[in-house]
């Protein structure tokens, strides 16, 4: 569904992503691993054209979205993404938060969006939440609403930015759960994540990036039980004590 | 980098050009194409004065304009049927309003100088004064020789100004005197008495009141100096000059202006002004503030100085807001836009020129002396929107920069992004800046007495000018400006407090 060919990405002198070629396939729950600073941000956010990348090709389902005569608004409405910090819009309820795009973008009726909001929230276990305002919510709760927020678009894929790594420990687990209901759902997900607990249990496929390149690309089982690479066995090993 | 520079002066010199020639053009029919026929006289003949120079022209309690310039012209209009409209203008600017042909005369007790007649049309005389000297008591300053080498305040622009800075020499030479030019009378007067020039040169009727309110000072006509006093018609135009003449002469016949010289000039005359000196300092105050009701000027102040200033501030803010927008699209394309170019010139030129010389030039060039409140707001407006730019710019960027990824990220327009999710969390960083913003201009418009607006300041220089005393009305206007702007601070405070509060 999603196939990346060389993909390159610089940030003034710093080659961020020098050559990552990987696909997706739909369904399919794709966890990114790797240490800090190694690029695994950055590969997602070309994903949905946060940032233009500056070599390669991505397509999705068949469609060059590099094109620049792509209308990338169009693109973006089937690529959700949820952020490390949530990102939900202070100035409005809970509710508004998961409707805004759907009556702007799809241009859907107000009462409809309303019915998918609760819907969602109802998903991910905050349908009282519905008229709070996100500043009075936990981080756990915020990020759940953010995943609503993304679904509430129907879209073809699901990007996850450490979408648990600014939570309390103790806040972690619920997220995860929504998001392991998703995986199991059949929803298309890249998931950038220190959560190894997670990848190995949730996930279809591992990739492990450091220094700007893919080093593995297998089943969890696989690269948790037997790492080929060093720096992925060096990676786990600190990770893991 | 010479290069660069050069280009943006040239660029600048163009743009306020092409601004000038513009507003000219636009608002103003040309020069010289109002040409008085007296046959059919049907057009109101525009009369330019400067309301400050009492008794010739000033305002009275009513704020209506009156003296023996305006009383007399008024006399001779009526005699003559003539339909009169009164500008009243800096006296510094009356001669320039006229070559641009917005006024057709000039009634400001006005010296028929060699200089002047290259510019415009005399009447012929109607009044004959002269010229004296005040200085504190002692001083021994009695003529025009003993001014060597002293500091001399005169009234800017007027005769006394040009015989003391050497340029008119028809009634005795003052070498090197150091000269500063007042805008009123009474902080000529002021400057003496503070120690801040040695001397006053100044119409002898106006040193004659004076010098009978405040003990201390004393004046001396000078001989030889009596001088004529003219109305201004514009150049060229004989036909109004003719009228104007004409009509002189019947007023001094029928009598009306014997009664007017005994109305103004005796010193009985019941609009000239007089502090009573026996009743102590709450006297004082009676007859500054009570006497023909004088407060009324401060409360009209009051009122022109907060609406210029909230006018200001909106139409400041809708151009602000403009221009913020289209230079952060620009800064995000990372493209430069012709529109985004202008806009970062305008922010330049507003924020690198001072307030009082936009004022002036959007008055005087492009407005033509025309529609005054509308010209200071459009002035306060443009000058305040490139500061309220870069406000809007700033709580725009404040605004985390994860806000518009989310919103970009869910397929949102940039419009929709900035409408729905950015600018209601930036107007929280905006509000309380366009606030202050407000507090500014009601300082920031004290100015517009330059272009003859009766703002607060303006009004206090007034009533100054009225009851000759030079600190107790300035003081008061002080007083109040502090208290507004004391309290308005208080109350965006609050304002403030509650908007994050609601975080």
Redesign the interface.
Known sequence: MIKIRHLQKSFGQVRVLKDISTEIRKGECVCVIGPSGSGKSTFLRCI?L?EQPDGGGIEVDGRDILDPGLKI??Y??????V?Q?F?????MTVKRNIM??PM??LGLPEEECSGKALKLLRQVGLESKADTYP?KLSGGQKQRVAIA??LA?NPKVLLFDEPTSALDPEMVGEVLHVMKELAEGGMTMIVVTHEMGFAREVSDRVLFIDHGVILEDRPPRELFGRPENERTKEFLAKILT | MRLIIKKKRGILFLLLTALTIAGSAVLLPADGMFTLNAAEQTKEIVVGTNAEYSPFEYRDSDGELTGFDYDLLEAIAEVQGIELVWNDLPFDSLMGSMEAGDIQIIAAAVGPTEERERSVNFSDVYYTGSQSIICNEGADITEFADLTGKTVAVLEGSMSDLIVSGENTDYGMVEDADVKRFKTASSAVMELMNQGADAVVIDTIMAEIYCDQTTGIIYTEVPGTEEDTVFCIQKGNTVLTELINEGLAKVRENGTYDELYEKYFSGEGEDTAAADEEQGFLGKLKFIFLDENRWQYYVSGVEITILISILSTLVGTLIGLFVAIVRLRADRMKRKSIVAGIAALYVDIIRGTPSVLQLMIIYFAVFHSRLGYLAAVVSFGINSGAYVSEVIRGGILAV?K??T?????????YT?TMS??IL??AVKNILPALGNEFVQLIKETSILGYVGILDLTKAASYVSSRTYQMFIPLVAAGVIYYVIVKLLTILLGKFERRLRDS?
């Open positions: 949905n946060l608004d169009d973006r409405k089937e690529v959700g993404m952020f910090h990102n939900l819009f202070p100035n805004l795009a702007r973008v500043n927020r993304a678009m | 985390d994860g806000q990824e989310a919103g970009r990220s869910l397929g949102m327009s929709d729905f999710v209601p969390q975080d």
